[in-house]
């Protein structure tokens, strides 16, 4: 995409130009940063009135993203307006990683590590991102 | 049950004294076709101080009824039809905290219930820019005309309004909280635009999902659950606090009856809302089932394969894994030597204990499906009610040619019919709340009402089956049936009577369950 923000990219893939690939870069001075992480986005019928469906490819250990990479964010579910664009959507995700919420937990486990134990919840995220995103 | 018999409870058994007063006086004056005919059968609609009053309301009743509420409210705060009924909608239609609130700080009323301040354009109509615009959603070009804005500085074309309205309303089933398009804003779609950029469908099913929304954030509406019908039942006098001294059953113009407090829909007199809900998880999730294994079963020590013991010695050997034990200590078998067939660990704490447990959940096992089953028995009459007055019907007509009755005369069966339907929804949900009941002095009363009608309901359905030979026998049946369905009513009432003044007066209470 031309105007892609700094250290996002989105390519709809040639047998389907619904649907995309992306990569977004960890957040600096977040757990994830130096991490490029991969996800696949897909613009069903209906959009722009339904949300596009979007998902992690790569491992991340993050209290808001499970296991099988679904991502828990308002703006992909209720909160969607039709006035929010790919662009959008992505830098949501991108300052998720720079945010997490365990107060709102989609992977319960992570969620507990995080709250219980921060620092050790971090350094685990940052073990991650070092082993699988790059 | 809570005993606080506090000032206001007391207010409401006023209420229903002048009420019942004032039924009185109409239903005697009221002329009475079958008066003449079957004396012992008519039973003046009288009201009972547990019962409530109750209006049917049409859907235009509500609709006018809101209309009314929103005219009020336009000409007291000076806003379009529209905005009043936004506000009011917002405040769960409270017009006083609607005032309250709005003259306290009108900018921050509006904007709270989703509204534009009073000085910023409310509709397209308003000052617009020429040229051409680029719809932000679906980035093609539009005259300034093709577009829409709510006065709240987002523009999108039409078309892209059209949708978003249309999937909104018939899709996701909203009404009264459509924002606008723009993430984050949350002015709301007015009712006007709404209506003049869907389609008529979806107007109209956007209309009635409004209408829907008031009913269900109105305490004191409630549909008429019945499939098909589409009345509404107004009550004021079942509040939520009363449900557990009330039993608000009404009865829809459609013919049939509801519960006013739960939405039941049919009486489930005399049992409290509460305990019916209790009731119908009880009886649909499968913790009997569960209860019916422990009181009846114990696992295999080796394999935990579910064993039942019906008969045999306590050396038992599993069937799965041929595993030897003793039924009475679980331990194996082999442990036991040559102390056979008597497990010399019988008496051990820890034997009894696992006994009386077993005892206890077997107990209440049997109690359990002791009215369960007397209750699924009624249900299952009930379900045969049709057949019933069908069966009646040509027995009916059957009296007519054969005994010389006219239409009016044979009319003592069906009313008798409609008395062994009515007394079997009561006496199946007598058994419900005998299920519930804590045991006391009262408890046995009722029961004792609970036999009765049930003796009585069970004597007029064997008449109702009789067979019509001559016109001696239908004269004399006729005497029968017509005494006998008086009966039961008396008895059906006088349960009534006990049960539901017993709530009021809280003589009654639930068990702990």
């Known amino acids: 995409m031309a105007d892609s923000p700094p250290g996002i990219s989105a390519a709809p893939k040639d047998d389907n130009l619904r649907h995309f690939d992306v990569t977004v870069a960890g957040p600096e001075s977040s757990p994830y940063e130096g991490g490029i992480f991969k996800l696949e986005l897909f613009l069903p019928e209906e959009y722009p009135m ?3 469906k979007v998902r992690f490819l790569t491992k991340i250990y993050h209290p808001n993203i499970d296991k099988l990479g679904r991502i828990c964010l308002d703006i992909l579910k209720d909160k969607w307006s039709p006035a929010l664009q790919i662009r959008t959507v992505l830098l949501s995700i991108q300052a998720l990683l720079g945010a997490p919420n365990p107060d709102d937990p989609l992977a319960n486990d992570v969620a507990q590590n995080w709250k219980e134990n ?7 995220a940052k073990e991650w991102t070092r082993q699988y995103a790059n | 049950m809570s005993s606080d018999g506090d000032n206001d409870d007391f207010l409401y058994e006023d209420e229903y004294d002048d009420e019942f007063d004032q039924d009185d006086i109409d239903s005697t004056s009221e002329p009475d076709v079958y008066d003449a005919m079957s004396p012992a059968m008519e039973e003046a609609p009288q009201k009972k101080p547990y019962d409530v009053s109750w209006k049917v309301k049409t859907l235009q009743e509500i609709i006018d009824m809101q209309n009314k509420e929103i005219t009020k409210v336009q000409s007291l705060l000076e806003v379009p039809a529209s905005s009043a009924a936004i506000l009011l909608r917002h405040y769960v239609w409270n017009s006083e905290k609607l005032q309250e609130q709005f003259w306290n700080d009108p900018a921050q009323a509006l904007e709270a219930a989703g509204l534009s301040p009073p000085s910023s354009p409310t509709t397209h109509t308003s000052t617009q820019p020429t040229g051409v615009f680029e719809c932000p ?16 500085d987002h523009r999108f074309c039409k078309d892209c309004w059209i949708e978003y309205l249309s ?4 899709g996701e089933g909203e009404s009264a909280k459509i924002q606008c398009m723009e993430s984050g804003c949350k002015r709301i779609v007015r009712e006007e635009i709404i209506d003049d950029l869907v389609t008529h469908d979806i107007s109209k099913r956007y209309h009635n999902l409004l209408n829907a929304a008031f009913v269900a954030d109105s305490p004191t509406l409630r549909w008429c659950p019945h499939p098909n019908c589409e009345y509404i039942i107004e009550c004021s006098q079942a509040p939520t606090r009363m ?13 049939d009856d509801l519960c006013f407090g739960c939405g039941y829909s049919a009486s489930h007199r005399p049992v409290l809302c509460r305990i019916v809900k209790l009731w119908e998880k009880k009886c649909a999730d499968d913790s009997e089932t569960a209860n019916w294994l422990q009181a009846n079963t114990k696992e295999c020590s080796k394999c935990q394969s579910t064993i039942e013991k019906n008969g045999g010695c306590n050396h038992m050997t599993c069937k799965k894994c041929k595993w030897e034990f003793c039924w009475v200590c679980m331990g194996p078998w082999s442990e036991h030597g040559t102390s056979w067939y008597q497990c010399n660990r019988f008496d051990e704490k820890s034997g009894i204990d696992a006994r009386d447990t077993q005892a206890k959940s077997r107990a209440s096992l049997e ?32 009296m007519q040619n ?6 009016i005369e ?7 019919v409609d008395a062994v339907i009515k007394a079997r929804i009561t006496l199946k949900w007598s058994y419900c709340m005998a299920f519930y009941l804590k045991r006391n002095n009262m408890t046995e009363l009722f029961e004792d009402n609970q036999r009765d009608l049930e003796r009585a309901v069970e004597n007029l359905g064997y008449l109702l089956e009789q067979n019509i030979s001559d016109t001696d026998s239908i004269a004399k049946l006729r005497q029968d049936i017509t005494n006998q369905a008086a009966y039961v009513q008396k008895r059906h009432d006088i349960l009534m009577d006990d049960t539901l003044r017993g709530y009021l007066e809280v003589s009654y209470s639930a068990g702990d369950w």
């Open chain 1, 50 to 52: 339904n949300p596009p």
């Open chain 2, 402 to 407: 054969s005994g010389n009755l006219s239409w």
């Open chain 2, 243 to 255: 449900l557990n001294q009330l039993v608000p059953t009404v009865q829809c113009k459609c013919g």
């Open chain 2, 137 to 152: 959603i679906c980035c093609m070009e539009y005259d300034y005309p093709s577009t829409y804005s709510m006065g709240c």
């Open chain 1, 118 to 124: 921060q620092s050790a919840a971090i350094a685990q």
């Open chain 2, 167 to 170: 999937g909104k309303i018939k």
């Open chain 2, 367 to 398: 109690r359990y499906l002791h009215y369960f089953n007397r209750w699924a028995n009624h249900e299952h009459s009930a379900k045969l009610d049709a057949e019933f007055y069908q069966k009646t019907e040509k027995k009916m007509e059957q």
């Open chain 2, 410 to 416: 044979v009319q003592f069966a069906k009313q008798a």
